[in-house]
């Protein structure tokens, strides 16, 4: 780790002065994915803006009957708060599949959307990565890229974004709130992580001196016909291979609304407009969801070491659908899928 | 083909230390800083407390787990400048007027450890995990101890310990 200074933020303003004062600083909440980084010298700030403290750490209903949640508020807190257990199971479900306990404890929500892809040689300082060091080349599409990335990949880069709780947000249409230099916005989920086209070295559309504040869920939070399925090298502590957020909204054995998000599959949750809105009218069989799976990976592509991912996927998807439609959620402590 | 690289790195000065004020298993500890030392090197280096231990270093083992105002966390990824007045509980700390703790007692019932470098870690995320409340079934408490590793592989007996100390809580 190299030197650095330390600040406490004292509120939001005081955050945002701070960051916009310094473009070497970096803000720390968690600290759980930015000091694992900063010990491998690939982040390297002249400053830490400490936020921990601010008082962003509420969950509460929103007048759209949604729900808001604070940027601070720790990912265990959120996965057992009970608007979230009661209303949004799912998004609770992909918290409890990532990391580990004490982690959880740890990250915030903010640090979670912002957490960078665990890419080997996006870690090891030895080696070219566009991600790390902008025109230095990929090591990874001709070297060890079982982990990495079959949609939306680039010549640049083909990591994958590593977050379980994004792939939920993903498929609840989550918003997520900001505030910088020139004011508050929004920003879809859609549109806040990005693909990694010929600029690798951004994540997301957050522009550097831009604090998240919240993230927004809307009503529809598909209680009843939902589930988190995550495929993984070991069944527990790990990222994924492949994961699927799968939800439903049912008219009988029709399907009034299909969310399906993917996680492990490329550098952002992976949706289709197509894929669900061929769901959307039909009846839920295996049929219409092995349809729909294929219509989801028809444009992947896979590396030497990752082809596996493509046929795996499909399988996770049709097998998330069934969990769904039939109302049996994955479960995260009994890890035997049915 | 990989090669070395190096990066040109801004060189900043070492800061002030920040003095800071730990409550380390009940006691007052006032400590002088950097901002980068963890709390798992303040705990060992600046205060002796060498049972929690230092495995892998990056979040990745649990053998660094302790109580920051009763909630387990990996002090290898905390920055101790971040918990300045935050009360912390280590394996030192768990023992009462020298009868051990319920679950030190059930580790050494259920023999829970072969070399017992990951023991402190356990025991502390242990003492999370019940505080905690959510684990009702074997499963639930493996999955919710799966941030500790053991390299001689004593979980079943780990998670008897585990079992035994809840019953009794
Ligand atoms: C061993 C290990 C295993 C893991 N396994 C999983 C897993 O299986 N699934 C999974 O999903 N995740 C996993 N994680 C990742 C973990 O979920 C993230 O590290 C965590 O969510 C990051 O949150 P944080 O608050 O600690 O972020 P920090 O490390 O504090 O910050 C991360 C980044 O976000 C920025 N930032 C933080 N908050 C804000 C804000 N409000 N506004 C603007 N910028 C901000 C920081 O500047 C930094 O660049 C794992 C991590 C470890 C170490
Ligand atoms: S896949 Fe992306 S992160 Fe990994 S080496 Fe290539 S450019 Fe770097
Ligand atoms: S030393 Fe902290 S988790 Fe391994
Ligand atoms: S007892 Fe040796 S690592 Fe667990």
Redesign the interface.
Known sequence: ??????ARASDVADAVRQIAGDP?AKF?AG??NL??L??E?VE?P?R?I?I?RLPLNKVEETADGGVRIGALVPN?DLA?HPLIEQRYPMLGSAILAG?????R??ASTGGNLLQRTRCYYFY?????CNKR?PG?GC?AINGLNRMHAILGTSEACIATHPSDMCVALAALDAKVQVIGPAGERTISFADFHRLPWDTPQRDTNLEPNELITAVELPAQGFRTNYTYLKIRDRL??AFALVSVAAALELEGARIKEARVALGGVAHKPWRDALAEGALRGQEANPANFRRAAHMLLRDAKGFAHNTFKIDLARRAIVRALTQAARGTPQ????KKIR | MARARTVARPTIPAPEKTSIVLVVNGAERPLKVAPWTTLLDALRDYLDLTGTKKGCDHGQCGACTVLVDGRRINSCLTLAVTKDGAHVTTIEGLAKDGTLHPLQQAFIDHDAFQCGYCTPGQICSAVGLIAEGKAKTVDEIRELMSGNICRCGAYPNIVAAIEQAMGQS
């Not at chain 1, 780790?1 to 330390?6: C, G």
């Not at chain 1, 090891?124 to 070219?128: G, I, K, Q, S, V």
Request: glycine letters at 4%; charged letters at 20%; proline letters at 2%.
């Open positions: 780790m190299i030197n650095f200074e330390y070497g720390i600290g759980t000091i694992d900063m010990k010298d390297r002249s830490l400490d921990s265990s057992y990391a580990s306990q004490q982690l404890n740890m090891d300082t030895a080696t070219p060091e230095s090591s527990s502590y479960s995260q402590s009994n």
